[in-house]
Structures are given as C-alpha cells and as structure tokens.
C-alpha cells in the first residue's frame, strides 16, 4: 500500500486527504506543528471576539480522522530527504513516503523593522498567534493602545477583533487609500469612512519607521514617518504573507518565494507535489497570481492534487476568481475580475454605483469596445455565486447583466432591492434604457 | 494533547462587564420580578391593578432599556461580541443559576399552583390574586396560574422581542418574522381565547361553552384537542363551535401541509408558534449552547420520533375510548376510526416508500419502525380493549402520563427551563412532536431549501454555532450543498450571521432541491464532475 504523507493540515493539506480517501484506500499521514486538529484560520477572529470557542472552529468532530483512516501526527518537519523519500519530523523521528505534499501555508511577512521582534509585536497567523494576543491585548486595561501596520485584509481583522474589546486602534496604512492596490477608489473611500465610522484612527499613507521598546525590552511606542510617536502596548504587523517553505532550501525542491510547481501541482522532485498558499506557479493562471493565497484555492488545489495521486493525472485548472471577506460590518464578495487603479486593463471601463444612504455599492468590469462583462464587486448586498459563473462562461455583455441583476440577488428574503437604482445610474452613465427585469426562479435555477 | 483554550482563564479577562445603564435597567426589571415574588409570599399588596401594573412595566421597561443601551449605540450589524465570555451565555455559574430558577418555576406551576396562591372556590392570594384585576378585565373570570403564566409568557416575548428586533435591524427577515411571532402570541394566544370567554353562555354559541383554544395551537402540540370535554364542549356551541372543530382538524391535515409545501415548516415553528416564539425572543441569548455533535442528532431523531409515535397512540387511544360502537353517539364508531386511522398511516407509509425513498435513505428504517408500532397498536387496541380500557391500560392513564412526561416535564421544566444549559431550542428540537411532522414534510415535500452559495463557505464555523436547533449546517455548506434538515426551523441566523454570505433560505423547485452531490463552483468544471460520481 502507498503511503501518502502530507505536510500541512490546513485547508489544503486536509481537502487533499480527504479526496485522496474518497478515490483510494492508500495510507495517509498528515503531519503538522501547529495544532491537533485541523481547523479554520479564517476564523480565529471570532474567538478572540468571543463569537466562538476554539473547538467551534474546527469543522470536523475529533473523531472524524480515525474513522476515516486519515492519521495525524502533530510535529515539525526539519528535513525532507528527496532521495530517500523520508520526512524527519523534529530532526528525529523519520517517515517514508511514496508521495509527498507539502502544503504547509504561509508566515507573516516582516520587512527588517527596527524592533519588530520585541515583546508585544505580533503577527497573525496562527493558532499561537491568537493565543500571543490573549496575553498582548487581553483588555484595554491592559492594552490602553493598539498600532496595526499593513492595511490589507488581517490588518482590517486585527482591528475589529481589538475593537470588540474596546481598545483603542491606530492603523498605519501606507496605501493613499485603504486596500486601493485592489479596490477601485469609490470602494476603498466606502471602506475608509467605515473604518473610522467604528472609531479606527485610519492614518492614510503612512508608514512604520521604529518600533520602540521600554526597560524590559516590550513595546512603548511607535514613530511614522510622519513624524509622530504613538504610544502603544501592542503592535500588529499585517504586511501580508510569504510561503513557509524555509525547512525545504536543503531539499533539492526547486523554490522561488514558494516551491514552484507545474499546472499538475508536481515539483521538480517525482512524486512531491505542492498545493495552497506555498505553491507558486511557474507562470501566473490568467488574471492569477502565482501565489494565491486564499481559501478557496487552498482547496480546489486539495481536489485536484487528489485525483492526480490516485491515477487520474489532471491539471490544475480554476473556474472564474471569486473571493469575499467583511470589513466590519460591510461584506464583500467579487465575482471575476474588477481591478482597482493599479492593475487596471486599458480595455476595462468601470461602472460604480453607491446607495446614497447605506453603505452599499456596486462595481461593474466591462469591456470598453466590445462591452464583454468582465467581473462585479459588492459591497453589502449579497449575490449568486452559481448565476455569476454562469454569465461569465456564456459571456454576457454588461447590458445583459444589468437587465436581469435581480435574478443575481442573494440577500436574504424581504430585503430592499437595489437594482433598479443600479440600473438608472447605469442608464444615466451611458444614455442607456435598460428597463430591470423582475427576478425569475425560472431562470435562476434553469427549469424550462 | 489538548487543544483547549487555556490562555481564557491564565490571562486578563475581556471586557464583559455591562455599561452603567445596563445594570440599572436590570434593577428595574429585577424590581418588577420582586414584585411578582413578593407577591408570592403572601404580601398583600392594596391596590392590585396598580401594583401589577407597576411589576410588568417594569419588567418590560427593564428589558427595552437595557436593549436600547446594549444595541442602539452601534452600527446596524451581527452583536455577537462577547458572548462566549458571559457567564450567563456560556453555561457558567448565571447560566446554571438562571436554568435552575426557570426550572424551580415551572415546577411550581405545573406540581403545586397552590404556592402561588391558587384558591379553588373563593378568592385567589399571592401572585395568582396579583392577577385577577387583569383576568376579570379581559375574560371576566379570575386568574389561574395559566393565565399567569400566559400573561408573563406574553410579557416575555414582546419585551425581548423588541431586543431581537434592535438587535437584528439590519435584518428585514429576522424583523418581520418577529413582528409575527409578537403578533401571534398576544393576539391568539393571549386576548382571544380570553376574550372568547366571555361568549360562553351566550346565545351565539346557543347557550354552550367553548373550550379555552389558541387557534394557532394545533395538534399534536395541542395535544389534547381532540379530548372528550373538548368536543363535547365544541358541538354544544352552534355553528361556531363546529366550525372551530372543523378548523382544528382542518389544521393538520390540510392548512399546514400546503403551508409547509410552500414555505417550509418555518411558516409555523417561527413565525407563528409560542414555543418558537418564546425561544426566538427571550432564548435568543442561548442559541449557541445547542449541541452539533453527530452524537446528538442521532439521540434527537430517536427521541423525537418516539415522542410522534406516543401523541398518536395517545390520541388515538383517548378518542376510542369515548366513541362507541354504534352510530348513536357520534357518527364514527370505534372500529372505524380505528380502521381511519391504520388507513391513513398506511397511505402515506406506502407514498412515501413509492416515491419519496431515495431521500428517505438510513431514515426509511425508523419511519418503518414507528410505522409498525403504531399499526399493531392499533390491532391491539381492537382486540384486547374494553370499555374506557385501551391495551392493559386505562386510555386516561395513558393520557396523563402523556400530559405529565411530555406537555408538562419535557416542553415546560427542561424545554425552557433549561434554556440557559442546553439552548433554548431543546424542546422543539427533542421532544415536540408538531415539530417532528411538519419536518417530515418539510425534508419529503416542500419548496423550502436553504441553498449553499457555490464554494464561498470559509469553513469558519458561524452557522454551525448558531444554529439553535444543533444543526451542523457548515458540513454541507462547506461542501457546496444545500441544506434540506428535517429540523431547520428556518430561523434565518445561519444566513444572518455567515460572514460571507453564504446561505439563503429560499423556496425553489423541488427538482435539485437537496443535491447529494459537491457542486462547488470556482474550480475546474470537468473535474467537479469526476468529485461527484460515487
Ligand atoms: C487571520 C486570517 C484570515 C483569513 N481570512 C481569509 C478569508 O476570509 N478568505 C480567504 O480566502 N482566505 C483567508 N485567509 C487566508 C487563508 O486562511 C489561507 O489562504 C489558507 O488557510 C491557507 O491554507 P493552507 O492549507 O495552504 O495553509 P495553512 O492553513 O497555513 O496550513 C499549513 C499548516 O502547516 C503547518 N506547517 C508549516 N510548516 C510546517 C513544517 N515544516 N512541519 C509541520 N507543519 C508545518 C503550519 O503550522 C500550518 O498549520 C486568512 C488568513 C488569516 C491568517
Ligand atoms: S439551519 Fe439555519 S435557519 Fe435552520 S434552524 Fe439552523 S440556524 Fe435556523
Ligand atoms: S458561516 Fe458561512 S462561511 Fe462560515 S461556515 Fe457557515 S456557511 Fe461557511
């Protein structure tokens, strides 16, 4: 029997496990350092804010990994030992495998601050992460100042969960606008109010220069480069994340930031593979980046490595990007690709609608010519996932998707809808006449 | 190793302490409680109206300020900060307080009303004669401890209703549908029946007297409507009298079935129901203590079906016992109710097998189970029962344990006096039996889904914990499933509190209502198709 060892139980490492259990009755090791269980790093937030336990966020029973032949031993791999196909975990104890994959997610990212290795400098990221804030930012007593520096989305995170605990927030953000390397502008200006709507002191442009330690070597303050010092108790560094591969540079895997691996998710090593957060493809997918560090790709890369370890040789191929988060109060979800100022395509024109009470927009993508709908953002008002894929494959042009917006709708039942105020600002934008067309369960599940 | 949370109890605690005008509104709800206490204990109060008035203004004014202060200083969104940090809300030293006070009550009022100063001729003392301005105003009777308690059920809803609804202003479903559980429990369940009162002896009833009926109320939670006295009293009054029986009857078998197809069994267990009212409004703050385990929803379906199989054999067994065998009486004789009965069972047994098995699946067993149980129960009942006998037992012994175990033990003293320790849907979710057929329906033929949004679920584990009734909905949606639970109250939490929009409760086609199959969207389409063969 083939022994499958896989490094990482993240949401990848254990999608792999799960498909390869589905499809085989091989042998699967899962080791990993940082907890037991698997469980859900998005959403150690909430444990912090006491929306949950940390049992809560584990989506598996305990006893769900026995049952179904998927064993789990908790270590760090020291050494991966190419040829001879062995893992040495703890720089002791070693396991053979037949195939390997390693999918062992990502670190915070630090840029050589002065003192950013103090006591009360955290990332996060981990389990002992969140374990560390405990113990950094218990309660504002405790912790009467927090700096955050890196506006991205942890950074936002970070903000909230203190927030809940009433601690005052400074976020540093060397962006002129928050996320606006992503986000185009209306959106990101709808987030900027937002954040200081929830009392955040949102510094704009601004960048971290020294952390400053007091006489036991913890924290005091901050200096920016705008010339302030800020007192503080705690720092937060959320300069976003790096492939945690520095335990394979003897490996003989070909690295870059992230192992580099094929559209099969293969390295340069026969039979090792890499999925998740710390792969990184030779060359960019689409609109893709090489390193994709999300969730959802997390697992899909899981699914696919799955089918190709038992037999089914098949590449790594994506169906059109979506990602959402929440900003506070404000969810977001994207559907294809709307890109913000810096990565906009010249043939992409943007059409922005924003409620003029609710903190509510909409963002458009469209082809300029040829009008082709390229993606949506919103903001506050759920939509379809299943209806967007579909417009995106069949094509549809932006007059399509704005006549039957309803049918795209997934807020919850009796909530306003907004689509006739999207449709008339879209109409008097571009000396249109789109009437919107009432949504229909017809079309929306496909029955004739 | 261990995985628990130590760092909660080494380090410095979060904030959970309440804000000033938080503890002074709970004086004041407190203060109306004493009242009510005190009253029990034999104070006598001089003026009766103006104490109880005073009692539940402040215990309603209570609960409204402390909400307006909890909730109304913050932006519309999910409250949910803290509450694995509360003691009240987390099983700790309040809750436990608070679960054994509730249950102390319940026991008093079922066991020994006598307490709370229950007079059987004369006038009523204590808390119950605290009441009877109230009571002579609307029914022109005296107050019962149910009417007490009716009164302080309805109090209970409309005062945490108004903090569900200030909690949730972001919601327009969680809003509307509390407007209709606050509407349903004080009209139907509170002012008609007492108002209906007044009509017995009238000549509009021609000279009869209803029995007391919240017509939202129906069989089987109403478990003993079909009851001699009952029916009696029903055809003793006129045309309205049997046009209320028609609708009792016409409840079950008709009105909520359509309504369940529709809509789902929420249209009833939350957005109607007392039970579901009361747990929705004053047992909001204990949703999550519900248990998710695999464990508990095998205990679940077990209990709740037995408690199904119980109610119609009881009933079953009650109504027999008063019919006779000849058509002098009533119309229907023993044997052909009983034969009406075995009848009506069989024919959805067998639809159901016919065409609903392949969803049916591991469930087809204990359906079969109950099916049979209750069919040579039947048999037995004909074959071995004498007159006001049933089996070996006296059917009345069967009804009272009945109305002991379950109307009285499970759904008062553990259903809601546990609230605080198992989570405030224990009795809909275990023991009640409307609750078991409607979810019958509801998983076998209904338009009701809660549908999975392609693959944005980030596992995080929201819907899961609040799902009042312990359903572990992140199981399907992480997988790209919708949701078709026989259990699903259609609460809408789950929906409201996933951060990432994941769940819609919706009513759809019933073709590819439940897919067995992972339809996640996002990755590559012809290897989605090769994950969903089996
Ligand atoms: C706070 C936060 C919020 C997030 N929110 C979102 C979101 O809303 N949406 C979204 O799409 N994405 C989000 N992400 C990103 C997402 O969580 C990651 O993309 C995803 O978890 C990566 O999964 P993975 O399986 O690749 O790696 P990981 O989850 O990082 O798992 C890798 C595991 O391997 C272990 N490991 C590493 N090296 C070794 C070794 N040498 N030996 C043994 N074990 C090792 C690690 O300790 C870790 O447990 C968030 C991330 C964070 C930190
Ligand atoms: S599944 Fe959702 S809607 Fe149904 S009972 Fe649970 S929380 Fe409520
Ligand atoms: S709350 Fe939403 S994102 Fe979180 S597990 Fe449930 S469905 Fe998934």
Redesign the interface.
Known sequence: MENIVIIGNG?AGVTAAR?IRKLSDKRIIIISAE???FF?R??LM??Y???????????Y?NWFWEKNGIELV?GYVTQVDTPNKQVLVDGSRAFHYDKLIIATGSKPNKFGWPGQDLHGVQGLYSKQD??LL??NA?????CKRAVIVGGGLIGIELAEMLR???IPVTFLVRETSFWNGVLPEGESQLINEHIR??HIDLQLATNLVEIIPDENGKVKAVTTDKGDTIACDMVGLTAGVTPNIDFLKASGIELGRGVKVNRYLETNVADVYAIGDCAEQHEAIGNRRPIEAV??TG??MG??VA?TICG?R???????W?N???F??I?Y?TYGWVFGERGKKEFEQHFHWRDDKENLCVTIAFHKETKLFLGINTFGI?????IF?RWLTEQRDVEYVMEHLADAN???????DYEHKIVSKFNSDFGKSIKSKKKS?KR??Q?S | ?S???R??A???????MLSRNQKIATLVGMFGLAVILLAAFNINFPNKSLWLTISLVSIIGGAVWYSWDAYMHK????K??????KSLSNQGFWGWIAGIALTGFYIILYFYPEYLGLVAKGDNKGVIGLFDPLSKALSGNPASQWFVYGTLYTVAILAFGIKFLWKYR????ER?RTFSVMFFQTAFAFIIPELMARLNGSSLLNGGSLPYYDLKNMWPLNYYNFEGYRIKGFLSSGDIGFAMLIFGIATIFIISPILTYKFGKRWYCSWVCGCGGLAETAGDPFRHLSDK??KAWNIERWVIHSVVVFVTLMTTAVIYSYLGNDTSKYWLTKSSFLIGVAVLLTTVFAWVMLFKREQFKKDAIYGAIGYFVIIIALIGFHFYSGDGNVFLFKSGTLRKSYSFLIGSIFSGVIGTGFYPVLGNRVWCRFGCPMAAILGFQQRLFSKFRITT????C?????C??YCEMGIDV??YA?KGENIVRSSCVGC?IC???C???VL???N??L??RIDSNQV??????D?MK??NQK
Request: aromatic fraction near 10%; include cysteine; glycine fraction near 10%.
């Open positions: 949401i498909h907890t037991d269980y859900s998005t959403a909430y444990v804010m006491g929306h949950m336990k940390f049992e809560h966020i584990q989506p029973e908790r969140l374990d405990e113990i218990p309660n504002k007593e405790a809940s605990r009433d709507e929830h969730w959802y697992r899909m699914e696919t089918q089914n098949i590449e790594y191929r994506p169906g059109h979506f959402s988060a929440k506070l109060d969810e979800q759920r939509m379809r996932h299943e894929d997934f807020d919850p039942e009796f909530y306003a369960i929306i599940f029955i | 190793m995985t628990y949370d760092s909660m080494l380090t410095g605690q979060p904030p959970v932006a519309p969104g999910i949910n900060d803290g509450v694995w940090f972001h919601n327009r479903y509307i385990t695999v949004n392609g693959g944005q980030i596992s995080c584990g929201n899961s914990t992140r199981a992480q809408g929906s409201a509190v951060p990432r929009g819609k409760l919706e759809g086609p073709k590819g996640l969207l996002g990755n590559d389409v290897l090769l994950v």
